[in-house]
């Protein structure tokens, strides 16, 4: 028989005490530290045909690849691997859901990039499908316009080759458990 597990006594957060927060917070830290497995996971079950050339995990990490052969920061690097992970989730919101996913363990350029980069990626499809391919311009004078820009054509937009040699997510696996690392967890949101 599996001994219970220590759990809290209020069944609405209004009744919690200090106690039943702490306890609760033991639980937080190890679920941050499971999550480097989690984005690996997720990164993993993106190995299957979706109609490119190349799986969504093969994208990831040609777009990675491409990254780190260009001398980017690692945040930088694991944010161009694992800016499509949204498609796991939502995949008509994919790039808000990959920034909200990465928000508190990376920069706000880095958030700003990932979570702007489908509709920045538009410029080179969207005129197929009846869209503005121009939409991105309505973020012109963002200070990270730029840097969306070039995120997009140097690392996204290019990596669909099945003839690119990409590392592989074991190259990849120890940038990904120091990037979201529990230590670099920002304060949490709480506005």
Request: glycine share 6%; aromatic share 12%; proline share 6%.
């Given at each position: 028989?599996?001994?219970?597990?220590?759990t809290?006594?209020?069944?609405?957060?209004?009744?919690?005490?200090?106690?039943?927060?702490?306890l609760?917070?033991?639980?937080?830290?190890?679920?941050?530290?499971?999550?480097?497995?989690?984005?690996?996971?997720?990164?993993?079950?993106?190995?299957?045909?979706?109609?490119?050339q190349?799986?969504?995990?093969?994208?990831?990490?040609?777009?990675?690849?491409?990254?780190?052969?260009?001398?980017?920061?690692?945040?930088?690097?694991v944010?161009?691997?694992?800016?499509?992970?949204?498609?796991?989730?939502?995949?008509?919101?994919h790039?808000?859901?990959?920034?909200?996913?990465?928000?508190?363990y990376?920069?706000?350029?880095?958030?700003?990039?990932m979570?702007?980069?489908?509709?920045?990626?538009?410029v080179?499809?969207?005129?197929?499908?009846?869209?503005?391919?121009?939409?991105?311009?309505?973020?012109?004078?963002?200070?990270?316009?730029?840097?969306?820009?070039?995120?997009?054509?140097?690392?996204?937009?290019n990596?669909?080759?099945?003839d690119?040699?990409?590392?592989?997510?074991?190259?990849?696996?120890?940038?990904?458990?120091r990037?979201?690392h529990?230590?670099?967890?920002?304060?949490?949101?709480?506005?």
């Amino acid at each position: 028989m599996t001994p219970a597990r220590p759990t809290v006594a209020f069944t609405a957060m209004a009744d919690g005490t200090a106690a039943d927060y702490r306890l609760l917070e033991t639980y937080e830290h190890v679920e941050l530290a499971r999550f480097p497995d989690r984005i690996l996971g997720w990164l993993r079950a993106m190995d299957d045909h979706t109609g490119y050339q190349v799986t969504r995990l093969e994208h990831s990490l040609q777009a990675a690849t491409r990254a780190h052969r260009a001398g980017e920061d690692e945040e930088t690097v694991v944010c161009a691997l694992v800016h499509d992970i949204g498609d796991m989730l939502a995949p008509a919101n994919h790039s808000e859901v990959a920034a909200a996913v990465v928000r508190p363990y990376v920069s706000e350029r880095n958030h700003w990039i990932m979570k702007h980069h489908g509709v920045f990626q538009g410029v080179y499809w969207f005129h197929h499908v009846g869209a503005d391919p121009y939409a991105r311009d309505r973020y012109a004078d963002h200070p990270w316009y730029q840097a969306c820009v070039d995120f997009c054509a140097d690392y996204d937009q290019n990596s669909f080759d099945p003839d690119y040699p990409s590392e592989g997510l074991e190259f990849f696996e120890p940038m990904v458990r120091r990037v979201f690392h529990p230590d670099r967890v920002h304060a949490p949101d709480l506005g």
